[in-house]
């Protein structure tokens, strides 16, 4: 018996007011006689922009299920803007993956299409799938249409941040600026760089569980309603032979091909938050070692900016991710299974264009992405050295301190403050815990006066995360954060600070009886008070070498099972 079936065929008062519920919809009993449910997981906002098209998306999937003889039923979830979202869209990725699998698992539906744009979006529905086990596949947004500057084509973030700061050190006036505002969204999607939304877009077909070459299709474009039709009728099938599910597509195969994908694009770091977050829901580890396994060996064969010099389209024109896999086939575990049924062999295509390089000519060598351990960051931290300035990457300075966005901005640009070129930004207290929610705030801005005097990088570490459209020489996700007692609130301004990628080093060079000393007379701050949502965020999230999902969220093989379906109540189950 499908799922559906459990709430619709059942005779006596349960399966009357269950087909009576859907009969005020205007639907006969021949919508319900038998025909595979497919739930479409609608986050469509007014408030988003990178999912302002999700209207006519969930259409072309309705008609995809029809056609395929399904019968649809869009529901709503909690919607995440990276934007507008405040103090982080990350502090409630969490709750949407609660949303997604609590109305997956209570609701009749044999198989569900997760809708995801912004940033937070396509991990949350992939995490709330993943531990509500129904068969579900994922289409997304797309990236927007690009804008252009000075006849430039941009990048919504990557060319935001250099612009920002050419306006900081005054050489960009404030009047082009505000023309600079006016072109830079010129259509729905997402980030037109391979930013977070770009990336996790990606992941999502690098595990499987999106139609190949679906990722990168442009918003506007309308192979992407065409994509949303196919994706509808794949669920179908889903639904009619019960999977395969989540957890039979995202194996360990699948997130050791995700991972390969994401240092093949050069992807945000966020990304590794992400699947690592979506790995702990099905029970699959992915620990530093080896995430450091496959970082070390691949290297960015996509031409797209941060870490490249082409856009999301110009992947997409390529062959996009079946073109990237196939250009890292001898990297990739190419008999995983996918949400279409098939290996990921069977969806490679050649690269078409100079977008996506070859394995023995990439566009930058292995290591674009690296984890760093030491000292200072006992459980990892990363570096998007494809980003970054070569020459800062074997680098040794005194820190100069922050504690927390505030201290930060009241400082950065004050002339008095005592930062050379050579100096390590440090800013703590921006971790999952502190703030709370991790935001995007690690790319520290360089001091306006040293701005003025030439300086475009430095060295910057925190505890915190940053736009997967940034770039510099910053070092993120410090782990444990100092909000949780991690050594990174022990650092004093002046204390030496060596990055080395060579060597995969972050270290707090102070002899240890000296932090010893400190950490004994450490006083941490009082934490703020809480209620709702933000309280049970501080006390049940992880850090993030576990993704910041909560504990109680992660995969356990000792969990109660939930019913999956209704329970019979005695009074609505037969007569």
């Not at 006849?151 to 006036?173: C, F, K, P």
């Amino acid at each position: 018996m499908s799922r559906s079936a459990r709430w619709f065929a059942q005779d006596g008062v349960g399966g009357f007011i269950h087909r009576a519920s859907m009969r005020a919809e205007g639907l006969g009993r021949a919508a319900m006689d038998g025909r595979p449910v497919v739930g479409i997981c609608n986050c469509w906002s007014e408030l988003v922009s990178c999912n302002l098209h999700f209207r006519s998306m969930a259409e072309a999937i309705k008609r995809g299920v029809l056609l395929a003889g399904g019968l649809p039923v869009e529901f709503p979830v909690i919607t995440l803007g990276e934007n507008l979202m405040k103090p982080t869209a990350m502090l409630y990725r969490n709750l949407m993956s609660m949303d997604v699998e609590e109305s997956i698992r209570a609701y009749p539906f044999d198989a569900v299409v997760l809708m995801g744009g912004c940033d937070k979006t396509t991990p949350a529905q992939l995490m709330g799938a993943a531990s509500a086990g129904v068969p579900a596949i994922m289409v997304t947004g797309g990236p927007s249409q690009p804008a252009r500057f000075r006849g430039r084509r941009l990048g919504n973030g990557t060319d935001l941040w250099r612009y920002t700061d050419e306006v900081r050190a005054g050489t960009m006036s404030r009047d082009e600026f505000r023309l600079l505002e006016e072109a830079a969204t010129p259509s729905v999607g997402h980030c037109t760089e391979m930013g977070t939304a770009s990336t996790m877009a990606a992941m999502a077909e690098a595990l499987g569980m999106a139609l190949p070459g679906s990722s990168t299709i442009p918003a506007t474009h309308a192979g992407r309603l065409r994509a949303c039709e196919d994706t509808g009728a794949r669920a179908v099938a889903l639904a009619s032979t019960g999977g395969p599910t989540p957890a039979e597509v995202m194996t360990e195969d699948a997130f050791h091909n995700a991972l390969t994908v994401l240092a093949g694009l050069g992807g945000s770091t966020n990304a590794v938050i992400h699947l690592v977050a979506i790995a702990g829901r099905l029970g699959v580890e992915l620990g530093v070692d080896t995430l450091d396994a496959v970082l070390r060996r691949t290297p960015v064969v996509a031409d797209v900016r941060p870490a490249g010099s082409g856009l999301v389209e110009d992947l997409h024109e390529a062959g996009g991710i079946p073109a990237v896999m196939s250009a890292l086939e001898p990297l990739l575990r190419t008999e995983a299974v996918t949400v279409t049924g098939q290996t990921v062999r069977a969806a490679l295509v050649p690269p078409a264009g100079s977008c996506v390089a070859s394995l023995d000519r990439p566009v930058k060598p292995a290591g674009s992405l690296a984890v760093l351990r030491g000292n200072l960051a006992p459980l990892g931290a990363l570096v998007k050295a494809g980003a970054a300035t070569p020459g800062l990457l074997e680098h040794s300075g005194p820190a100069v301190v922050f504690d927390g966005m505030a201290d930060m901005l009241a400082r950065i640009d004050d002339d008095s403050l005592p930062v050379t070129a050579d100096s390590v930004l440090v800013l703590r207290n921006a971790g999952p815990r502190a703030v709370p929610g991790m935001p995007e705030w690690g790319q520290l801005p360089i001091p306006r006066k040293l701005l003025a005097a030439g300086v475009t990088d430095m060295v910057r570490l925190s505890d915190a995360r940053m736009s997967g459209t940034a770039f510099g020489t910053v070092v993120l996700h410090v782990a444990p954060e100092a909000g949780a007692g991690g050594p990174l609130a022990l650092v004093r301004d002046g204390d030496p600070i060596s990055l080395s990628l060579r060597e995969r080093a972050l270290t707090l060079d102070v002899p240890e009886s000296v932090l010893t000393a400190r950490r004994a007379s450490a006083r941490p701050p009082a934490p703020a008070r809480r209620r709702g949502y933000q309280r049970l965020y501080v006390d049940h999230v992880l850090q993030a070498d576990q993704g910041c999902d909560f504990d109680f969220l992660r995969y356990a093989a000792d969990d109660e099972p939930i019913p999956d379906g209704p329970i019979d109540t005695g009074w609505a189950g037969g007569w």
